[in-house]
C-alpha cells in the first residue's frame, strides 16, 4: 500500500517544475550548449536549466549570487564573508573556505573553466544566457564537475549595430548602471563593448564604527570577432572585474560545546565561560535580536581583482569542425574579517591569494552518416600563491601562513552518439585525465609584539614525497535516447565523475603529528539517472523530470573545528529527483515552478566524541521549491508587466559534523516586479523588491564552538529598486 506521503511526493515530482527561465531562439525553440554544442533543450538527456539575458533581468538576477534564488537544488555558498562563492546542485557542495580548493560543481564563462572559487562572484551584465548542468560532466567538461556546472554565456558581436544602457537605483545607496554597445567594423571584423558597475551601502549595522554589508564591483569585457572567411571565425575576449567591501559582518551567537563535542548555543542563563550569563569567553554577548547589527571593533575589508584574456577560434573543414580555445587569466584577494564578530579584540583572520591560470583546449566534432562524435585534448596549469594569518589576541599567538599549490592537468576525450533510427539514440564517452598537483606549505607561530616563536609545521615537495600527488584516472557516460514521439524524449545515463585530490593548509596549528593527514584523495561519483522531457502540444510549454541515485567512493566531506579547517574522505550518496514544468496558458500569461527531493547522506563521519555516524551531506535541504507567474497585458500604446517569484526550502545544515549551530530552518524568498515597456521596444522602466517579507535566514553558519561563538551569515533583507533601461538601435 503506498503512504499518503509517497503519493504526495510523486504529484509533486510529477507536478513541479525546475526552470523559471529559459534561452530562446526567435522560432521559440529553447536552445543550450549543454553538449557542446547548439541543440534544442528537449533533445538532450541531460537535466539542464537555462535562462536568457532578458529573463536573468526580469527575475533580477544581478550578479552571479543571485543565482541560486531562482533555481531549484542550486544554492550558492558564500564563504569567507561572501568573497569566495561555491554552487551546491542536487546536494553535491563544498564549503571549504580555503582559497586553494576547487569545487565540484564547476563554474565556466564563455567556454572557460574558473578553477578559483574567489574569481566566481560577479556582476552579470550583457549576458546571452546561463546553463546550470546538474549530475557529472566529466566527459566533455573535465575534472571537478562530478556535481555539474554552471556556464555563463556573454552576448557576442554582431555586424549589426545593438546595444543598451541600464541605470537603476536601490535601498541602502544603491547605484548601479551597465551597457554594451557592438557593430561591425567593415566586413569582416566586428566588436562589443560591455561595462557594468554598482555600489551600495552597509545593510549590516556596526554600532562602533562604519557599517557592513558594502558593495563596490566593476566590470568590463571587450569582444573582437574577426571572419577572414566564411568558413573561419576567431573570437578574442579580454575582461576583468574588481570587488571591494568591508569584510566579515557575522551575526555573533555564543556557542559551547555539548556533550558529544558538537556546538550548542547557551541560553541567557548559562554561564559555562565564567564571564557573565549567556556570554562568550570575552564576556560579551549580543542580545538585541537584530540578525542585521552587532559589534565589530574591526572592520575587515575584501578586494579582489580578475583578469583574462580568451581567444577562440571556429574553424568548418566540411563535414568537421575544429575548435580552439586559449586562456589566459589572474587572480588576486585580500581579504580580512572580525572573526569574533564583537566589540572585544578577540579573533581576526587575514587571508592573501594570487593566482596565475593558463588553459588550452583543441576540440573536433562532426557527423558521419548516423553518427555525431565529439573529441579534444585539453591542458590546464593553476599556480597560486596563499597565505593566511589567524591572530588569537588573549592567548598571545598569531598563526601565520604561507604556500603555494601548483596543479598541472593534461586530458584526452571522446564522445559519440549513434542513432539506430530516428527513435533509439545510444551516447558513449570516455576522458583520461592525468593530474600532477603539488603543496609547499610553512606555518609560523608569532606573539602579539610580532616575535617568531618558530615553525609549527613544514610540508614541501623537497622534503616530504607526500607533498606531490599525480595521479591518472577517467570519467565516462553511457546513455540511451528514445523517443517514441517527436515530443516525448526518454532517457537513461550513466556517469563517472571524478574530482582530484589534494591538500589541506589549515590556517590555525591544531597539533598535527602525521604530514600525511593534509593529503585527501580524489572522490569519485557514480551517478544513475533515468528522466523524460515532454513538450506540451501548441506550445503550451513543457514537462521534465528525473530521478537519480548518486554513489560516492572517497566524498570529500569538510570538517570546521575552530579556527581549523579540514577536507577527508567519505562514502557517502545522494537519492533524488526533481521536475519542471514551463506553461504559457494564454496570451500574456507565463507559469513556471520548480520541485527537488533530497535524500543526501554521508557514512562513518569521525565525530569529537570519538564516534562514527551517519550524517546528512551539508547544503542538501530535502525539498527546494521554484515558482514563478508572470502577466503582460497592453496598456494604451505600451505593453505592461507584474510578476511575482519566490524560492523555498527546507531545513539543512550547513557543516559534515551536523551540529545544532550549523542548523538553518525552513523558509521562503519571495520578490515582486512590476515594469512597462513602450511601444517601439526602445526604453521600459521597472520596480522591484527582494525578499517583500523580509525573511530571516543564514546563508552559512561557522561553528566556532570551541572558541565560544557561532557566526551567521545572513541573506539579505528586503531591497526596494527601480531601473530603466534603453535599447540602441
Known amino acids: 500500500m503506498i503512504s499518503n506521503r509517497i503519493r504526495a511526493s510523486i504529484f509533486l515530482l510529477l507536478a513541479g517544475a525546475a526552470s523559471p527561465a529559459f534561452a530562446q531562439e526567435d522560432s521559440g525553440e529553447i536552445v543550450v550548449t549543454a ?6 533543450l528537449q533533445d538532450i538527456g541531460v537535466s539542464v536549466t537555462a535562462l536568457s539575458g532578458d529573463q536573468l533581468k526580469q527575475l533580477g538576477v ?17 564563504a569567507n564573508g561572501g568573497s569566495t562563492i561555491y554552487f551546491s546542485l542536487r546536494g553535491v557542495s563544498q564549503s571549504d573556505f580555503g582559497d586553494q580548493q576547487e569545487s565540484p560543481v564547476a563554474t565556466y564563462v564563455d567556454d572557460v573553466y574558473l578553477g578559483q572559487p574567489a574569481g566566481a562572484g560577479f556582476l552579470l ?7 546550470v548542468l546538474r549530475g557529472p560532466q566529466g566527459t566533455l567538461f573535465g575534472r571537478n564537475a562530478t556535481g555539474g556546472l554552471v556556464h555563463f554565456i556573454s552576448k557576442k558581436p554582431t555586424f549589426e549595430p545593438d546595444g543598451y544602457l541600464t541605470a537603476g537605483v536601490g535601498s541602502y545607496g544603491e547605484y548601479r548602471g551597465e551597457g554594451a554597445f557592438g557593430a561591425g567594423i567593415g566586413e569582416q571584423v566586428a566588436f562589443r563593448l560591455s561595462l557594468a558597475g554598482k555600489h551600495h551601502d552597509g545593510y549590516i549595522e556596526n554600532r562602533l564604527g562604519k557599517d557592513l554589508g558594502n558593495d563596490n564591483e566593476l566590470g568590463g569585457r571587450l569582444q573582437l570577432l574577426i571572419k577572414p572567411s566564411p568558413d573561419l571565425d576567431v573570437l578574442l575576449n579580454v575582461r576583468g572585474t574588481r570587488l571591494e567591501a568591508r569584510g566579515g559582518g557575522y551575526e555573533h551567537v555564543t556557542s559551547t560545546l555539548g556533550a558529544d563535542g558538537l556546538g550548542r548555543f547557551i541560553g541567557l542563563d548559562e554561564n559555562p565561560f565564567g564571564t557573565c550569563n549567556g556570554c562568550d569567553p570575552v564576556g560579551y554577548v549580543d542580545t538585541d535580536d537584530d540578525l542585521y547589527a552587532g559589534d565589530y571593533d574591526y572592520l575587515g575589508y575584501t578586494r579582489v581583482d580578475t583578469r583574462a584574456a580568451t581567444g577562440k577560434l571556429e574553424w568548418s573543414l566540411g563535414d568537421v569542425t575544429l575548435h580552439s580555445i586559449t586562456d589566459y587569466s589572474h587572480l588576486t584577494k585580500r581579504y580580512s574579517e572580525d572573526s569574533d564578530s564583537g566589540p572585544v579584540d578577540y579573533i581576526t583572520s587575514t587571508t592573501r591569494s594570487k593566482v596565475r591560470q593558463f588553459s588550452q583546449e583543441f576540440r573536433l566534432d562532426g557527423t558521419a552518416g548516423q553518427f555525431r562524435w565529439n573529441g579534444g585534448l585539453y591542458y590546464l596549469s593553476l599556480v597560486g600563491d596563499y597565505g593566511s594569518l589567524a591572530r588569537l589576541a588573549p592567548f598571545d599567538s598569531q598563526f601565520l601562513s604561507d604556500f603555494k599549490q601548483k596543479t598541472r592537468s593534461f586530458a584526452a576525450y571522446g564522445q559519440v552518439e549513434y542513432s539506430f533510427n530516428d527513435q533509439l539514440t545510444a551516447i558513449g564517452g570516455f576522458r583520461w585525465t592525468e593530474e600532477r598537483k603539488s603543496l609547499d606549505y610553512v606555518t609560523t607561530l608569532f606573539n602579539n609584539a610580532g616575535d617568531d616563536l618558530g615553525e609549527l609545521l613544514a610540508f614541501n615537495p623537497d622534503l616530504y614525497p607526500e607533498a606531490r600527488n599525480n595521479k591518472g584516472d577517467w570519467s565516462a557516460r553511457a546513455q540511451l535516447n528514445y523517443k517514441p514521439s517527436s515530443d516525448l524524449l526518454l532517457y537513461a545515463s550513466w556517469n563517472r565523475g571524478l574530482k582530484s585530490g589534494g591538500f589541506n593548509a589549515p590556517q590555525v596549528y591544531s597539533g598535527i603529528d602525521d604530514i600525511s593527514q593534509l593529503r585527501f584523495d580524489s572522490e569519485v561519483l557514480n551517478a544513475y539517472e533515468g528522466g523524460s522531457k515532454w513538450t506540451l502540444p501548441n506550445r ?12 560516492y567512493q572517497n566524498y570529500q566531506a569538510f570538517d570546521f573545528q575552530g579556527l581549523t579547517q579540514f577536507l577527508f574522505n567519505a562514502d557517502a550518496s545522494i537519492k533524488g529527483g526533481e521536475a519542471e514544468l514551463f506553461l504559457t496558458p494564454v496570451d500574456g500569461l507565463t507559469a513556471s515552478g520548480g520541485v527537488t527531493f533530497l535524500q ?4 562513518n563521519i569521525p565525530l569529537p566524541n570519538g564516534s562514527f555516524r551517519t550524517r546528512k551531506l551539508p547544503f542538501a535541504p530535502q525539498w527546494s521549491f521554484s515558482a514563478m507567474l508572470r502577466y503582460e497585458w497592453k496598456l494604451g500604446g505600451a505593453t505592461a508587466s507584474a510578476q511575482v517569484d519566490a524560492k523555498y526550502m527546507s531545513g539543512h545544515y550547513f557543516s559534515i559534523a551536523n551540529a545544532s549551530t550549523t542548523y538553518q530552518g525552513k523558509y521562503v524568498v519571495p520578490n515582486a516586479r512590476i515594469g512597462l515597456d513602450f511601444a517601439d521596444g526602445s526604453y521600459s522602466i521597472a520596480a522591484f523588491v527582494k525578499n517583500f517579507t523580509g525573511t530571516k535566514y543564514s546563508t552559512i553558519n561557522y561553528d566556532l564552538s570551541s572558541l565560544g561563538l557561532t557566526e551567521r551569515f545572513m541573506g539579505r533583507p528586503r531591497w526596494f529598486g527601480v531601473e530603466v533601461n534603453y535599447k540602441i538601435k
Not at 544581478?62 to 543565482?67: F, G, K, P
Not at 503550451?540 to 554513489?551: I, K, Q, T, V
Not at 543526501?600 to 557514512?603: I, L, P, Q
Open 35 to 40: 553538449q557542446r554544442r547548439a541543440e534544442r
Open 62 to 78: 544581478m550578479s552571479s549570487t543571485d543565482l541560486g534564488a531562482q533555481t531549484s537544488g542550486l544554492q550558492v555558498v558564500p
Open 125 to 131: 551584465f550583457d549576458m546571452e544566457r546561463v546553463e
Open 540 to 551: 503550451l510549454g513543457h514537462l521534465n523530470g528525473a530521478l537519480f541515485y548518486y554513489d
Open 600 to 603: 543526501a547522506r554521508a557514512k
